[in-house]
Nanobody, 120 residues
């Protein structure tokens, strides 16, 4: 079993910054992509940013230039640095990891979510 534990959410003012962290643990054989998704009230979950083990990144257009995803592959940890936050960034942010577990099974794990609230 694989667990993802997120931290770093909270309340921040417009224009402020937050850094989210997510650590994967358990019976992990390999992780390919790790990323962040978010879900705002009444909206579908959407990709925010993802990064493969090889360093390829993908960002939602709405966060390009403001958010930066990084990874520590040795620690199976992914970070999301969020700058210039806007009210529309308010959402529950979920960490995701895909790869394979120790039993050779495909892995698609989700964290429990961390709330980010951007307010004036």
């Amino acid at each position: 079993q694989v667990q993802l534990v997120e931290s770093g959410g909270g309340l921040v003012q417009i224009g402020g910054s937050l850094r989210l962290s997510c650590a994967a643990s358990g019976r992990i054989f390999s992780i390919n992509a790790m990323g962040w998704y978010r879900q705002a009230p009444g909206k579908q979950r959407e990709l925010v940013a993802a990064k493969t083990s090889g360093g390829i990144t993908n960002y939602a257009d709405s966060v390009k230039g403001r958010f930066t995803i990084s990874r520590d592959n040795a620690k199976n940890t992914v970070y999301l640095q969020m700058n210039s936050l806007k009210p529309e960034d308010t959402a529950v942010y979920y960490c995701n990891a895909d790869g394979f577990d120790d039993f050779g099974r495909a892995l698609d794990a989700w964290g429990q979510g961390t709330l980010v609230t951007v307010s004036s």
